[in-house]
């Protein structure tokens, strides 16, 4: 009798919570369930990227980070717009991630700290500097965001990147739970104390007196790498800072906290080659401090351009596939193929609009920079001279910053197999490589070779005249 009655009690219990799941079930159904689409929409607008494409088209689309417009040229299944990157077979926006392993453009993570108004009276004081450029909010876009250190995900990384770097002196003057990268402690406690400790030693953090401005895929990797083997250069947190184009709303302090330690006979150093097409930072540039100098990189601009396409592609390529970049199969011929529908318009003419184009035309950016700043302000180095021997460059780049002799002939080697200049005795002997090479590289047709050699002609030359330069490539 016990049994049948325990039975009994189970059937009626699976019968009440049947019919109960039947009735939430339907509810949801008849209101409308999110589905996978609108869970992936939703993520998208998470990240800061939203915006609609239009099928072959160029449309402006609305960057919810920094409230910039940036224009979108979609052609061959990806876009080129320097900060997002556009799945070609549904058109959703994604955000871009750079390859470079100095690179620190992707976000992570970390517990938010607790504001410590000790710390930001003092940080204040740390970042106070005599000739600090005037900075005008670009196109009318508003103010300044609010941005504090605990706010900001990448801080964490920024400070994580400086504690790895940091000088046998220095660390031994931080006590040995802020060297941990715990949750535990305030990251602007660690910061504050990991500031004192340079500062005792005579180092602190500066807008940048020498940036490299680009051009993208013409050196600006290998000129970084060299030119901060001098002992009074000293470089930018993470490779490239990107303030002006992506994070100039979060203001000149977090500028500032991008810039290495240096002491006061030294030089902090930047690099960001988007900024040589922008229009931004001549602008906001309007009382630079009194040294401030740039070093622009060129090469051939057809080869820029192809260059540029193949890490475009690539970047593209990676965010699809992820790991299975091994079942990538593609074609010289097939990267050509796609590169002439970036290049060229439906006539068959040199699309001008096209960023990758765009880009290669130095004449026309570099006259924008002549506007602002006098001709003495800038170093020009063509990537042909670098490659072969890049000792002759680097004096020159000591005279035009105003360094003390250090570069020595003897320090300096050709690499065959990597068809570059390398150096001695220092613990990466090469500059990396910002393309890994994953795809081919595009061989498009002689036809469309010659017309963009024709295209860039008149800009090659005025470019000469403006620089005071003889480019081999300028008289293809």
Known sequence: ???????????????????????????????????????????????????EMHQGGRRQIQDNENNLRLDIIRHGGFANDGTNIVQGETGELVPRQEIDE???SSEASFPKATKNKEMEDDLAKITKQDEAPRIIPPNNNGPFQKWTLESDPRVPRILAKMMSSMPKEVRQDIPQEYLQMGPRKYLGTRFKVVSDAYKKH?????????????????????????????????????????FFDRNYQKGLEYYRIRMGFAKEDQFCFEKTPKYFVRRMPQADLVRPPKNIKFVLSVRDPVKRALSDFRHERELYVRRKMGRNLGRVKSSPEDEGKIFEQQVLDEHGNVNASNMIVDTSYYAKHFKHWLEYFPRDRFLVINL????????????????????????????????????????????????????????????????????????????NKEFMQLTGHDFAWARL
Do not use: W
Not at 27 to 33: D, E, M, R, S
Not at 389 to 411: I, R, T
């Open 1 to 51: 009798m016990t049994k049948f009655c325990s039975k009994k009690v189970l059937i009626i219990c699976l019968c009440f919570t049947t019919i109960l799941a039947s009735l939430l079930i339907g509810k949801n159904l008849y209101q409308g369930t999110p589905t996978f689409q609108n869970a992936f929409t939703n993520k998208l607008s998470d990240d800061g990227d939203a915006g």
């Open 102 to 104: 100095n690179d620190d």
């Open 202 to 242: 005579g180092m602190t953090q500066r807008l940048p007196e020498v940036i490299s401005i680009g051009v993208k895929k013409s050196g600006t990797n290998a000129v970084g790498f060299f030119v901060t083997q001098h002992p009074q250069i000293v470089h930018s947190v993470g490779n490239e800072v990107h």
């Open 384 to 459: 042909d001279s670098l490659e072969k021997d890049a000792f002759p460059m680097l004096k020159k780049f000591e005279q035009f910053v105003g360094l003390d002799p250090y570069f020595k002939e003897s320090m300096f080697y050709y690499d065959s197999a990597r068809h570059g200049t390398c150096m001695h005795g220092t613990s990466r002997s090469c500059p990396p490589k910002s393309t890994p090479g994953v795809l081919p590289k595009a061989e498009p047709s002689d036809a469309t070779l010659k017309k963009l050699y024709e295209f860039y002609r008149p800009s």
